[in-house]
């Protein structure tokens, strides 16, 4: 089962666990992931400083989460 992403969960921990989910903070208008205050950052934090609603992103980030390790297991079986 893939971690669960909160709130409080850092975003370079995020990165380093789930590196296909840079996309989805781009998203959000978080270009700068290498920088070390952004990667310093919780969701919530980040989700502030760009405006957006911090649970329906978390939502949509552990749906993404859980859908891309599904394929994994998945391809994995094949």
Known sequence: MAVKIEKETIIGDIL???PQSA??????GMHCLGC???????VEEACMVH???C???L???NHFLE???ASQNEEAKD
């Not at 996309?23 to 959000?28: G, K, M, N, Y």
């Not at 070390?36 to 919780?42: A, F, K, L, M, V």
């Open 67 to 69: 859908a891309y390790e």
């Open 23 to 28: 996309p989805l903070f781009f998203a959000i």
């Open 16 to 18: 380093d666990v789930a």
């Open 55 to 57: 649970d329906p992103f």
């Open 51 to 53: 405006g957006i609603d």
């Open 36 to 42: 070390p205050s952004s990667r310093g950052e919780t």
């Open 59 to 61: 939502e949509q980030l």
